[in-house]
């Protein structure tokens, strides 16, 4: 094998860059996601400060109609206060929508750099083991999930993370074997680097771009999955504060509370519009 030049060896041991503008793009498209989704998660999370009452214990009247003295949006009907179940609501639909986001992202980009740098019969199973998820509705394999595992918030995180993942896998798969025969990369390999060293300097700068893109598309349906398993009795128990079972606590008093239900149904909408909304932003900004 021919040794290459002192200075492509000395290159190869820095951090990679592609063409200088679309890393530069990538990486600055990156950061904004992260940032903007930090800064709207800080909010979340202090959206309860802003709770009147407790989200679990009875306040007053049951049933009380919106601009009740005492509670803006009313109360359910042992008399929690709905306003404070909301706030308490929109942080944990928000943030189980983040951990199975990111924990789809981990196991994907593991998966998807593995088969990737691999190639052959390694990559050929890892991408049919994948295709497996794919071929089959991934609400329904959450519940199936949740169903054997039992009941609770917890396990439908688990469950909808796990249906996730192969997305996320396939496109880091594509990027990495786009990235993986440009000249630093082959460079980098001829310096003896580890392939450790080598996904995480030089190739995964690369590819990450797209995947955060879709990740953040991925918040509103994400929201809607959670709620809608939370809606048909397979999230946290009662009196836990989730919209979804908020809804389908109240659809007994639909005509005779009509607030009870539908004002968390308006709840998750708003949220679910927030994250489309946020996503293409995103995907707008990463595309021009």
């Given at each position: 094998m021919a040794v290459a030049d002192p200075w492509i060896l000395?290159?190869?041991?820095?951090?990679?860059t592609l063409t200088p503008p679309r890393l530069s793009k990538r990486l600055?498209?990156?950061?904004?996601?992260?940032?903007?989704?930090?800064?709207?998660?800080?909010?979340?999370?202090?959206?309860p400060l802003?709770?009147?009452?407790?989200?679990?214990?009875?306040?007053?009247?049951?049933?009380?109609?919106?601009?009740?003295?005492?509670?803006?949006?009313?109360?359910?009907?042992?008399?929690?206060?709905?306003?404070?179940?909301?706030?308490y609501g929109i942080r944990s639909s928000w943030f189980g929508t983040i951990a199975v986001l990111a924990s789809a992202l981990v196991i994907g980009t593991f998966i998807g750099v593995i088969a990737g740098l691999a190639g052959g019969v390694l990559d050929a199973a890892l991408m049919r083991f994948s295709e497996i998820f794919l071929a089959m509705p991934a609400q329904v394999l959450a519940i199936c999930l949740v169903a054997a595992l039992?009941?609770?918030?917890?396990?439908?995180?688990?469950?909808?993370?796990?249906?996730?993942?192969?997305?996320?896998?396939?496109?880091?798969?594509?990027?990495?074997?786009?990235?993986?025969?440009?000249?630093?990369?082959?460079?980098?390999r001829l310096a003896d680097i580890s392939s450790a060293r080598l996904a995480a300097r030089h190739i995964l700068p690369g590819v990450l771009g797209p995947p955060l893109v879709l990740a953040s598309v991925d918040i509103g349906t994400v929201l809607l999955v959670l709620s809608g398993l939370s809606l048909i009795?397979?999230?946290?128990?009662?009196?836990?504060?989730?919209?979804?079972?908020?809804?389908?606590?109240g659809f007994p008093f639909l005509l005779q509370a009509w607030w009870v239900p539908l004002i968390p149904g308006f709840a998750?909408?708003?949220?679910?519009?927030?994250?489309?909304?946020?996503?293409?932003?995103?995907?707008?900004?990463?595309?021009?």
């Open positions: 000395e290159a190869a041991k820095r951090p990679a600055t498209s990156g950061r904004f996601i992260v940032v903007a989704l930090g800064v709207v998660s800080l909010v979340v999370l202090l959206l802003l709770a009147p009452y407790s989200p679990t214990d009875p306040v007053g009247a049951g049933l009380l109609p919106p601009l009740s003295h005492g509670h803006l949006l009313g109360t359910d009907d042992i008399g929690r206060d709905l306003l404070s179940r909301i706030l039992g009941p609770s918030y917890i396990h439908v995180l688990i469950a909808v993370a796990v249906v996730w993942w192969p997305a996320y896998a396939r496109l880091i798969r594509t990027g990495v074997r786009s990235v993986k025969v440009r000249p630093h990369v082959e460079a980098a009795g397979l999230g946290a128990p009662a009196p836990a504060p989730e919209l979804g079972a908020m809804v389908s606590e998750i909408t708003v949220i679910v519009l927030i994250g489309m909304v946020l996503g293409d932003i995103m995907r707008g900004r990463i595309s021009t």
